[in-house]
């Protein structure tokens, strides 16, 4: 059975607050489903737009088989730094598994697809709102 790392937020991302007890009842379920051995969380700590855990995880790879975190959106919102977290699971030839999303990052396309959503995301207080 695979061992991942579950990594959580202690503050809001992308304009959502999730408790972290819920987060990792989240990740523990998902883990379950998916037949991966659920390690305790690292916790990112509370500044804005640190990432200082994360990369802890990230060097933690060689010794667990990927990462679980709660949403994609937790990731890095700079583009460089989330392309190099990618890069970094890549190189490792581990995974990435977003919880909330039902999606794991594995390949080079995989992280397209990351960058896709995210993009789609950060554009969406743009768009036109319409009566529904």
Known sequence: MK???GYIFSRPFMGERVPQHVQNLVIRDYCERNKLQFLLSATEYAMP????ILEQV???LPT???IAAYSLFQLPQDAVSRQQA??????REKALYFAVEGF???TQ????????LWRVRQSLPF???GDF
């Open 64 to 66: 667990i088989d990927g």
């Open 109 to 116: 396309a995989d992280c397209e697809r990351v960058e896709t």
């Open 86 to 91: 990618c890069q970094k699971i890549l190189d």
């Open 104 to 106: 794991s990052l594995r």
């Open 49 to 52: 737009d640190c990432h200082l």
């Open 3 to 5: 061992k991942v790392r």
């Open 58 to 60: 990230l060097d933690e």
């Open 127 to 129: 768009c036109e709102q």
